[in-house]
Structure formats: C-alpha cells, structure tokens
C-alpha cells in the first residue's frame, strides 16, 4: 500500500493545481476574472447582447428572443430595468448598468456585429445619423420635442411622398436647414442619440406628422397650409 500513494501523490497535486488555475481565471459569474464587457445600445448584436438578454429575462424584464440583437424589445427591457433599479433611462448599457447586471465594467470599444446581420445601413449607424439630425434640429427643444423631430423623419420613411430609408429622408436636397448648413455635424449628445434610439423604437409625440417647423424662423408659406397636429416647444408638427 506504501508503493501505490508515492505515485498517485504527484498526480493528485496537478490535478489540484490544475483546477486551482481554472478557478482563479473565472469570476463567481462564470467569465474570465479582467473580462471587459462593451457598452451596448440600439443596433449591436453579440454574444454580449446575449448576455444581457438572458440575464434581463431571468429577472422578469426582457420576454423577447434571445437572438443576440440589440432591437426595440430589448432597448424596452433595459429601460424598464434602468428605471426599476435608479439608473438614468437612456436604454443603453454602459457601465453603471453593467455593474448593476453583476459584471465588468464596459470597455471602450463597440460591440462587434457578426457577418450577416447587415441591413443595409446598419441600425447603429442609422440611429446615430437620426441622432445627428436631432441635435442639429432641436438642440434646445424639450426632451419629447427632440424625439418628435426624430419622430418626424422616420414617419417620412413610410409615405410614399418621400425616400424610404432614414438616409435617403435625412439627405434629400434641402429638406433639414441642419444637414444644408452642416450644424448636424456638431457633437451629437447623449439627449439627442436617446431621443433617436426611441424614435425608431416606435415613441412618436406627433401622432403621426411628416412636417415640422420653427413659426420663429423665416419658412415657406406653403407649410401652413398642411394640417397642424401639435406644438411642442418651439416647433409646430404637421402632416
């Protein structure tokens, strides 16, 4: 029996330390100690996104696929989950959020989108050009007042008087004083990229207008003649 253990004895011990290895390379959450989670908002896709779906889900806020899309759904779910938890409602996931889902703060990086899930102009960077158009639109209108300038142009997508894409609205010749004077170029804010996020999300506080103007400003007299739906902040909407 003394002639067995001498030799086992070495075995053991590898395999000990072996498993110790493993256990001080992964955090209580099962993912590598050190790993840096992405920010995640409107658009992205991953395994990341997967992630956050699952977890959303086992907490009761998330009921869509866990597909690894980042789409209305989900932007909903982080939502809800931001203002049941005392995070600001912005719908993305950034570091506080991340902290708050029990993992790694977020690197600075964006999510990678797999091959394949391009659909046509990406979803992120349609947001972040109606986000552009937002700020240099309604910059210093109310909150609901920049979604609704948003709003404004995702609407014209779907009639049949104007481009059916958000680019092809956002560029056509002379349609926003912003994209002609080239103010949309300025830093877009966190206000402004939100307020797109929700637009496209489906949250119109126009009730379905394909105008909207400044009466302040020098404008066309042809634009009274559409049927005004509301005012919010300094801008009247019409369709």
């Known amino acids: 029996m003394q002639g067995i253990f001498p030799a086992v004895r070495p075995a053991l011990i590898v395999f000990s330390l072996i498993l110790l290895a493993l256990a001080a390379g992964l955090g209580l959450s099962g993912w590598p100690a050190g790993a840096q989670n992405t920010t995640l908002y409107w658009g992205n896709s991953g395994q990341d996104v997967v992630r956050v779906q699952n ?4 907490w009761g806020y998330y009921h869509g696929p866990v597909d ?3 789409g209305a759904d989900m932007q909903r ?22 902290e708050t889902l029990g993992y790694a703060p977020p690197a600075t990086s964006p999510a990678p989108e797999p091959a394949g899930l391009s659909r046509g102009i990406s979803n992120r960077d349609s947001v972040y050009l109606l986000a552009k ?3 240099g639109e309604a910059a210093n209108e109310p909150f ?11 609407n014209r997508t779907r009639s049949a008087a104007f481009p059916h894409s958000l680019s092809g609205v956002i560029y056509q010749p002379d349609a926003f004083e912003s994209v002609s004077n080239g103010q949309y170029n300025r830093p877009v804010s966190s206000e402004a990229l939100r307020a797109a996020m929700l637009a496209v999300s489906g949250w119109d506080p126009t009730g379905g207008a394909i105008y909207f103007w400044n009466p302040g400003k020098q404008v066309s007299p042809w634009i009274w003649s559409r049927d005004v739906i509301t005012r919010i902040g300094d801008q009247v909407f019409a369709r």
């Open 68 to 70: 690894g899309f980042y």
């Open 55 to 58: 977890r959303l889900r086992d």
């Open 77 to 98: 779910a982080v939502v809800d989950y931001q203002l049941a938890n005392g995070l600001p409602p912005s719908g993305v996931v950034d570091a506080a959020t991340w």
């Open 133 to 135: 158009v937002i700020e």
């Open 144 to 154: 609901d007042g920049k979604v609704a300038v948003g709003a404004v142009i995702v």
